[in-house]
């Protein structure tokens, strides 16, 4: 067996900022492409996409989504209708203004976001009551080009995404739906992910641009940082009003609809690869991992016929898992454990010639390193259960993570104490004046009003005024 130049990871993961991009290139996840800021999504997180691509789709067709395409490019003057929204994405916009060596008539947006190129499509669809609700999602790639250290899946100048964009023809329906599918996504977050992130209801200041309220997923990084997951947002009639969406009721009077719009990007693969990962590399939960269980046997020339025809026999009885046999000649075992541990493959089954007379093998947990002789006989029974707790003891750290590092502060002293080590929960005015002084101060802003615990009675922390909300304040990505 040759040996090849070892893969492994060369700083810890307590210096997070280099520990990142290292992982990230050297689990083969990601590689930079040319383009600052646009990464190359390899195949091993890519294959994690498409199992987030096919649960959420399951999801949203139980609530009557379905599935179109819009254009990737947007003319200005679609762009520049709704004013509010215009504001907060000009800033991201990238324009094509030429098609070979002519000037284009009208400059082209690149979509940052596809309400613009979508609403005027639903101004001639929608006529009639019978025409809603219109329920539409995309799955597309999304440019966004100013920003500021980029780093991949995390943070991009183009990402990966689906936009839902839904239409009714009143307000409780529509809220009702900005509801079901926040649920939607934190349930699949904690279910497939293993990740425990917080029901919020976004500030003014921080909602979605055009949009009447936004709520969000907020999830801790090992930082102590919080980073904004998957939202929905209550567009109201804002979009319906600068795009003319209207619709003739029952009563055969002419109103405008209600609208959402909501999305889950590829940032919370990196939010998962960050969370879980250790000095090893990834920890990737049995739910997601494209490999649920990678078998390496260890053998000599003169013993390898007996130990691969056993390796292969393990591999059939466990094939209603995602199960890969590694009988690579140029590699040795230690290397394939090495690599297997840093794409961060749940569970390792080891098998030898000494293994084959106990019949057993040696099954090895990515979470927790332990190792265990198991019988060969057993293993089928065993795993589904080892699967499923190292499922749960990833969601169980994810959570106590992020516990430990939450704070309730009474006063502005303690709130610029505890945003240093992670996130904490504040009695607050609502006044942006107050969001804004916590921000200059401390480099900390709001990541949202829990949902479960919005209201708040006392003072506010920061001027002492009367408290209306509970708010996190932390820094963020």
Same mark, same amino acid.
């Given at each position: ?18 520990? +990142?991009?290292e ?60 004013k ?15 098609? $070979? ?9 690149i ?15 929608i ?19 100013e ?51 917080t ?8 909602k ?10 907020? +999830? ?9 997951g ?19 009721d ?5 109103? +405008? ?6 999305? /889950? ?7 998962? /690869?960050?969370?879980h ?12 991992a ?10 000599k ?19 209603? /898992? ?38 057993s ?44 590092h ?41 990541? $949202? ?8 009675? $006392? ?9 209306? +909300? ?8």
């Open positions: 067996m040759t040996e090849k130049k070892t893969q492994g990871l060369t700083v810890k993961k307590e210096n997070f900022s280099e520990w +990142y991009p992982v990230i290139q050297k689990s083969e996840l990601a590689d930079y492409s040319m383009v600052s800021g646009c990464i190359i999504y390899r195949p091993y997180s890519y294959s994690m996409w498409e199992k987030v691509k096919s649960v959420l789709n399951s999801e949203f067709k139980k609530l009557n989504v379905k599935n179109a395409y819009f254009p990737l490019l947007i003319p200005e003057s679609l762009f520049n209708k709704e509010e929204h215009v504001e907060g994405f000009n800033p991201e916009v990238a324009w094509v203004t030429k098609g $070979g060596n002519s000037e284009l008539d009208e400059p082209l947006a979509r940052p976001t596809s309400e613009t190129i979508i609403y005027d499509s639903y101004s001639k669809w006529h009639s009551w019978r025409d809603l609700p219109l329920k539409l999602n995309q799955w597309c790639n999304i440019i966004r080009w920003f500021r250290h980029p780093r991949p899946f995390l943070r991009g100048r183009e990402f990966l995404w689906q936009e839902g964009h839904t239409v009714f023809s009143n307000k409780e329906e529509a809220e009702k739906e900005c509801t079901d599918i926040l649920d939607i996504y934190y349930k699949f977050v904690k279910e497939y992910m293993a990740l425990e992130g029901k919020s209801l976004k500030t003014d200041k921080e979605f641009a055009g949009a009447v309220y936004s709520k969000s997923l907020e +999830y801790m990084m090992p930082d102590g940082k919080m980073i904004q998957p939202d929905t947002h209550f567009d109201g009639q804002k979009f319906a009003k600068a795009y003319d969406i209207k619709f003739l029952k009563n055969s009077e002419k109103k +405008y609809v209600y609208q959402n719009t909501w999305g /889950f990007s590829t940032r919370m693969l990196g939010v998962m /690869f960050a969370m990962g250790d000095d090893k590399g990834l920890i990737i939960p049995p739910k997601i494209p490999t649920q269980i990678v078998i390496v046997p260890i053998y020339e003169e013993n390898k016929k007996e130990v691969i025809k056993h390796a292969k026999e393990i591999s059939k009885q466990l094939n209603k /898992f995602r199960v890969h046999l590694d009988d690579r000649d140029e590699y040795t075992p230690g290397w394939k454990f090495n690599e297997w541990e840093l794409k961060g493959v749940p569970l390792r089954i080891e098998i030898g010639p000494k293994d084959i007379k106990e019949k093998v040696v099954v090895v947990r990515r979470d927790t390193g332990k190792k265990e002789k198991t019988k060969i006989k057993e293993l089928k029974e065993k795993t589904p259960n080892l699967l499923e707790n190292i499922q749960e003891n990833l969601y169980k750290k994810s959570k106590k993570f992020l516990d430990e939450t704070k309730e502060a009474k006063d502005y002293k303690e709130i610029k104490k505890f945003v240093k080590q992670g996130r904490v929960l504040v009695k607050w005015c609502g006044c942006v004046e107050c969001e804004n002084k916590v921000k200059d101060e401390t480099g900390a802003k709001t990541t $949202g009003m829990p949902l479960d615990n919005i209201n708040a009675k $006392g003072e506010c922390a920061i001027c002492k005024k009367p408290a209306k +909300y509970n708010v996190y304040f932390a820094k963020s990505y």
